[in-house]
Nanobody, 129 residues
Framework: EVQLMESGGGEVQTGGSLRLSCAAS????????IGWFRQAPGKEREGVSC????????YYGDSVKGRFTISSDNANRTVYLQMNSLKPEDTAVYYC??????????????????????WGQGTLVTVSS
C-alpha cells in the first residue's frame, strides 16, 4: 500500500522560504513518480511539481517555475519541495501523491490527479503579506 506523509508547512512572510517533505513507505520507491499538489480555499487542487524518482526528471507548474525546486532522496525514501520567494498566492494545503511511473511527470502533474495514490492529510502553508 502506498503511504505518504507530508510535513514542513507553516506560516512565513512574503519572500520567505519553506521546505516540505514527503516521506514514503509501502512500495518500491524507484518505480514511482511523486508529485506535490496544492489546494487553496475555494479553488481546485492543482499540480505544483512532480519528479520521477528513478532519474530525477522533473516538471513544474508555470506559477512556481524558478521559485520552487523538487528533489528526491531515494536512500531515505523522501521527496522534498524547496519553496523560495513565497507569495501570498502560494497559500494552500500542500499534498503529495504517487503514480507508477508509466506516464510523463508533466502528465502526472497536469492531468492524472484522479488516479494518484497515497494522498495524505496535507500540510498547510500560509504566506502573509
Amino acid at each position: 500500500e502506498v503511504q505518504l506523509m507530508e510535513s514542513g508547512g507553516g506560516e512565513v512572510q512574503t519572500g520567505g522560504s519553506l521546505r516540505l517533505s514527503c516521506a514514503a513507505s509501502g512500495f518500491t520507491f524507484e518505480d514511482y513518480s511523486i508529485g506535490w499538489f496544492r489546494q487553496a480555499p475555494g479553488k481546485e487542487r492543482e499540480g505544483v511539481s512532480c519528479i520521477r524518482t528513478s532519474d530525477s526528471t522533473t516538471y513544474y507548474g508555470d506559477s512556481v517555475k524558478g521559485r520552487f525546486t523538487i528533489s528526491s532522496d531515494n536512500a531515505n525514501r523522501t521527496v522534498y519541495l524547496q519553496m523560495n520567494s513565497l507569495k501570498p498566492e502560494d497559500t494552500a494545503v500542500y499534498y503529495c501523491a504517487a503514480d507508477v511511473a508509466y506516464t510523463t511527470v508533466a502528465t502526472m502533474c497536469r492531468f492524472s490527479m484522479a488516479y494518484l495514490e497515497g494522498w495524505g492529510q496535507g500540510t498547510l502553508v500560509t504566506v502573509s503579506s
